[in-house]
DNA sequence: GAGTGGTCTAGACCACGAT
DNA sequence: TCGTGGTCTAGACCACTCA
């Protein structure tokens, strides 16, 4: 779990010293060349490797703590953080920890699982030039045994080889790729729907009832890694975001 | 234009210097002492007050540029920046734009304007001790003559005493509170509801139509601004938000 | 105890841009 | 032109925490 150095980004661009190190850092991050938990190389040695002082790599390291992709620790060094989300907005990818974080029980199943080509209509959404292998899978997420949401999933073979093993009989899919794969850019989208006959069965509600529908897109280094649609039904669920300004 | 030098905030807390002279400064500009558009002072002026080299002031001013509060000219000076959003969740506010978008003739229209006391349920959904006056302001949006969406607001007198003079007969009230009003923080809450009479006879749809319904709450350093409820008829309407981890 | 990050200094030179 | 911010140095001391 040890780095070396970080490749040299690019040569053209970044001006300035620290923005240079900031890029190279934050693509070894961003590309999956550091995982989470890595242990990035002291400042003194960093310090050392890009000839300059102390001083201009720390100014660095503030930013990539402040920005949440390190974390550090004095005498044991600085690692890379595990994935996290910063708003509610995006944590609802964990649907485990919603359901968990309203005091009910937890259940989870599979609905279905395929593996298969990405159709014209997906290679367009999910941004690819060409047809891609993928994973399509649905499931149904419970609380307290009710339907509690329905997620559909287009998972990459290109972006993640390993999802074509993996049965998903334990682990979500939402919650297995967070803990594996970095993100570098997240795209939500949020729209009223109302169910159709297949949403209405499996969230057993009547059909045309307003449903919630997020669809979230993720990509790393340009690479899509995954597409899903995630659907609550009634009224009575809400996506919260809190902000500040900048 | 000018300011004077900050007032500290707090006695107690932060421990470094830098974290003491980042909250004085963003607590003049997040409590609106010091509005859009002032000078803030030079950082051999801060470094001065604070006693401290001028690099120490520097790290809090490259901090407040990267979280977007200030912005930086040589030779001129640095200045508070006016309010932006960060996201398209947050520019949904200003619908106009949002209309112009999409290349459509942008209409709106005041449905109902009252200056009353809060209600119980408002106060506790705002966040009051007290009951205050304020303004209820119920207001469409047209795009290409359609109703595009239904805003429906509260704005505190405490906070803003201008608004019970105002007739927002030229400018929504959205735009009209963003251009003159610093905020700390906002809160988007996201759900699909269907649509009861008067919403449907507003937005002209049948009733049960999905509909997306946002409630945006905004404070300005405790104090709370306004809560508004925007709602968006059928299927057709996303709202997007792109995020970068951290 | 020793090594790491956290913070800070008192300078320096440069580039930009307002005047 | 010349004052401002942008960047960087080569040190320093401290506090925390891991081994």
């Not at 609802?92 to 968990?100: G, H, L, Q």
Request: net charge positive.
């Amino acid at each position: 779990m040890n780095a070396p150095f970080p490749e040299p980004a690019r040569k053209d661009g970044p001006r300035s010293l620290h923005q240079r190190i900031l890029a190279d850092i934050e693509g070894a991050i961003l590309s999956g060349a550091w995982p989470p938990g890595t242990q990035i190389p002291f400042e003194q040695d960093l310090a050392a490797r890009y000839g300059c002082s102390r001083m201009t790599v720390n100014k660095v390291m503030t930013r990539l703590v402040a920005a949440g992709l390190i974390e550090r620790r004095r005498k044991a060094g600085t690692f890379v953080r595990h994935p996290h989300s910063r708003s509610a907005i995006l944590e609802v990818v964990d649907v485990r920890r919603e359901v968990e974080g309203l005091g009910l029980p937890y259940g989870f199943e599979i609905l279905r699982r395929v593996l298969r080509r990405s159709t014209e209509a997906e290679g367009a959404r999910l941004g690819l030039d060409a047809p891609v292998d993928l994973v399509e899978i649905a499931s149904r997420h419970f609380a307290a045994r009710h339907p509690f949401c329905l997620e559909e999933r287009l998972i990459s073979l290109k972006a993640v080889p390993e999802a074509a093993a993996e049965s998903f009989g334990d682990l979500p899919p939402g919650a297995w790729l967070s803990a594996r794969v970095p993100w570098s850019t997240a795209e939500h989208r949020i729209r009223a729907v109302g169910a159709d006959a297949p949403v209405a069965a499996a969230l057993m509600v009547p059909r045309g009832t307003p449903c919630l529908r997020i669809e979230r897109r993720t990509w790393s280094a340009r690479e899509p890694i995954t597409l899903v649609f995630i659907t609550y039904p009634g009224e009575r669920h809400e996506l919260v975001a809190r902000f500040a300004p900048g």
